[in-house]
Every structure is written in structure tokens, then in C-alpha cells.
């Protein structure tokens, strides 16, 4: 339909005239990137797993930020490489645009044209740091964060968390009741229990920063007459605690007395001072139990052994009160 060829001969020309601006394109691309063409070519070797290397923030995203490690050659810092702190934190309030940074190569993909990169990597483990100055055993002091109905969250050096849980809030009270005395601010001194640096976490106990009553308690045995300072009267019975020690105990309504008339936990006033026999003393355990009952029935079985029989024609009044005066003169 050309019989001049006038077409064909146009299209000649501009062919010509295409190729030779995609050369000079490619030419100008070329030179802008350096030396060499391909510099994704030799990026394993040059950039290996675990070296450091600074770039600069070309981009920043919800997922993480892009880095600039040479012309042609960018790494993404994922979001969960970028603190090891900071879980749920914007990558745009750790690092900004064009900011110069030191990245640690994750990962090197050629063939994709990828880089990981770590920016937390080139800080030391917080948790690492904390074991190094805080042993196991060492007391720290923390800020309560949280309340949870596992325990207390404590603040502490390194931007890192510690928990102490309800069971290392006492020795003696519930975990539940103990919890309820604190609020978030408060400053608590706490000892190092457990430092699980894989898990990032840290084990503290507050009950330990006051030793172990029950390691601190000499040699309390069962049979033991001890003197105990009462500390609350209850409905059920009376909580005392064990003068010289840090143990505390509960003495039920029917061990108050041998006579049920005088099982009345209204008798006892806080800070009365009594005397009971240890019915159970169990390191183990954990377990303390005393009685003043039992206190009162040894004593009557001692009195009659000691200073009457049944054919002494003595009353049993005059049996303990013979008792109690020998009782009193040894105290003195």
C-alpha cells in the first residue's frame, strides 16, 4: 500500500533514532551507579552475615525502614529488628530520614536483590547487661509499672522489666491480699531470682529482700513452749507472732483454751504477749502451728505427776496453782 516506500523509510529512521536513545540511557544509568554495573553481583561477599556497617534512611514505612548502604544497594530493617525494647513502637520514632545509622547484615539475597538488616544487633542484649551487673541474688530496686493477676511488673535499669510474682510477695499472706498495698510508682527493693535472657525475662522476689523467717528460726520444735505477741483478734481464732522470729501463726477458736468457755478470741487484745506449745513445726512445708490448749493440758499433766495423785486428797485447783507457782519462780 506503499509503493513510494515512504513509510517503511520513516520507520526506519525512528527505529534508529530509539535504539540509539535507549544506549545513551543505559550508558548515563551505568556511569551514575559506579564502576561496576551490577553491584548486587558481588553483595554476599561484601556484605557478610553478622558485619556492621553504616547507611543512611532513605524511606521509612509501618514495617520497618530502608537503608542505604551504598549507590544502588539497600537494606530493610524490619520493625522487630529495629529495639529490643521497644515491641510496639513506630520505626519512625526510632529513626528518621537520612539519619546515618550502624546496621548489622541478617540476611543477603542476590538473586532477589534483598538485605536484612538488624539495628538492634548493634547494641548489647539489655537482658545480657542486666545479668552482667545484677546477679542472681542481688537486690535491685525497680518502679511497679503494673498490677496483674500474676504479680508486680517492676521497672528497671535498662529500660527492661522485671515480675515478682504473688507467690514472692509474702512468706506468710496470700499473694492476693499482699498485691492489694501497692500501686503503680511505687519504689520497691527486690532480689534477682532468674534471668532468662532468650525469653527476656526477669525473675524477682520481694519476699526474699527479708530473708527466710523459717531459715532464720533457730530450733523451734514441736513440744516447745514459746511466747507469742498476739497480732489480730479474729471471729475464728487469733494471728500471732512468734517473739524473736519473723514467724506468725494462727491459733484457732478451740486451741485458745482447755476450757471451750474461755475459747474466745475476744479475751486477747493486740499486743498481749501469751504463751503456747508448738504443735507442728515443719521447715519443709512451711508450716507452724501452736496451741495453748495443749499448753494448758501439758501443764495439768505435769502438775499431777509433780504434785499430786489421786490419793494426795489435793483439788486440781490447788494442783496447777502449785504448778504455776514453780512455773513463775523458774522464770524468775
Not at 520507520?11 to 535504539?19: A, N, Y
Request: with cysteine; hydrophobic share 40%; proline share 4%.
Amino acid at each position: 500500500s506503499d509503493p513510494d516506500g515512504i513509510t517503511s523509510g520513516v520507520t526506519v529512521r525512528l527505529l534508529r533514532q530509539r535504539d540509539s536513545a535507549e544506549l545513551k540511557r543505559f550508558a548515563l544509568s551505568d556511569h551514575a551507579h559506579g564502576p561496576h554495573p551490577f553491584p548486587w553481583d558481588g553483595a554476599v561477599a561484601k556484605y557478610p552475615i553478622g558485619a556492621n556497617f553504616k547507611g543512611r534512611v532513605t524511606n521509612i514505612t509501618d514495617y520497618g525502614a530502608f537503608v542505604e548502604l551504598e549507590p544502588g544497594i539497600e537494606g530493610l530493617i524490619h520493625v522487630s529488628e529495629m529495639s529490643w525494647t521497644k515491641k510496639n513502637v513506630h520505626p519512625g520514632k526510632i529513626v528518621s530520614t537520612s539519619q546515618e545509622v550502624e546496621v548489622s547484615v541478617l540476611e543477603v539475597d542476590s538473586s532477589k536483590r534483598r538485605i536484612s538488616l538488624g539495628l538492634k544487633q548493634t547494641l548489647q542484649n539489655p537482658w545480657e547487661a542486666f545479668i552482667e551487673r545484677h546477679p542472681i541474688g542481688t537486690v535491685v530496686e525497680g518502679e511497679v509499672k503494673n498490677k496483674t493477676e500474676f504479680g508486680l511488673f517492676l521497672g528497671l535499669e535498662g529500660d527492661v522489666d522485671g515480675m515478682v510474682h504473688l507467690s514472692d510477695l509474702d512468706w506468710n499472706r496470700p499473694g492476693e491480699q499482699v498485691i492489694e498495698e501497692f500501686k503503680k510508682g511505687d519504689i520497691i527493693r527486690a532480689q534477682v531470682l532468674d534471668v532468662d535472657v532468650e525469653k527476656e525475662r526477669i525473675s524477682l522476689g520481694l519476699k526474699q529482700v527479708g530473708g527466710d523467717p523459717f531459715a532464720d528460726a533457730g530450733e523451734i520444735r514441736k513440744g516447745q513452749i514459746v511466747t507469742c505477741e498476739v497480732v489480730e483478734a479474729k471471729e475464728g481464732g487469733i494471728d500471732v507472732k512468734l517473739v524473736g522470729t519473723d514467724l506468725t501463726a494462727f491459733i484457732k477458736r478451740s486451741e485458745l483454751a482447755r476450757d471451750r468457755a474461755d475459747q474466745r478470741p475476744e479475751r486477747f487484745a493486740a499486743g498481749e504477749k501469751l504463751d503456747a506449745r508448738v504443735t507442728m513445726f515443719d521447715r519443709k512445708a512451711r508450716k507452724v502451728q501452736v496451741s495453748i490448749k495443749a499448753l494448758e493440758v501439758a501443764e495439768e499433766k505435769e502438775a499431777m505427776a509433780q504434785f499430786g495423785s489421786a490419793d494426795s486428797g489435793a483439788s486440781l485447783g490447788d494442783i496447777l496453782g502449785a504448778a504455776l507457782k514453780a512455773r513463775t519462780t523458774d522464770k524468775k
